[in-house]
């Protein structure tokens, strides 16, 4: 894992516009949606933040911190949104130790529990993440897996 560098934008603003390009890329959701989110987490405005995997100088990885992941449960809140990796990067533990930098970052600024919406199965558990119930996400025609970690 020495190869890879874990980090949050705060630390490495200049990514900004290559990160909201990365995200919109993998995700189709407008980079100015990223943008404005990444501005308010570099300004201050939010502790809700942006997460990145590097490979040399190329992000692999990714995930962020939002108010709602586009669902129902407005009650259920924050929600850790875009998580990707890379096909080719993927089963070499980037997404686990991004989740565990995403946790520990959020409660050590005394944000707990985080929620996520996910289709998969079996995934999440291997990180401390519980399901928690079923939610309705915009536009979908079915309901998705909403999970909890405490």
Not at 64 to 80: A, M, Q, T
Not at 119 to 137: A, N, S
Request: aromatic share 14%.
């Amino acid at each position: 894992m020495s190869e890879f560098k874990f980090l949050d934008l705060r630390s490495a603003p200049e990514l900004k516009n290559t990160a909201a390009e990365w995200f919109h890329s993998r995700w189709g959701v407008p980079k100015e949606a990223y943008l404005e989110c990444m501005d308010a987490y570099l300004s201050g405005q939010t502790e809700l933040g942006w997460y990145l995997c590097l490979h040399g100088e190329n992000i692999v990885g990714g995930m962020g911190v939002i108010e709602n992941d586009f669902h129902d449960r407005k009650d259920l809140s924050p929600n850790v949104c875009a998580v990707y990796t890379l096909e080719e990067y993927r089963g070499r533990g980037i997404a686990g130790s991004l989740l565990r930098l995403v946790v520990e970052d959020m409660r050590a600024k005394g944000i707990s529990p985080l929620y996520l919406v996910t289709d998969h199965t079996g995934f999440y558990e291997r990180y401390g993440w519980e399901f928690l119930c079923m939610v309705q996400c915009d536009g979908e025609p079915y309901k998705s897996r909403m999970y909890i970690h405490r």
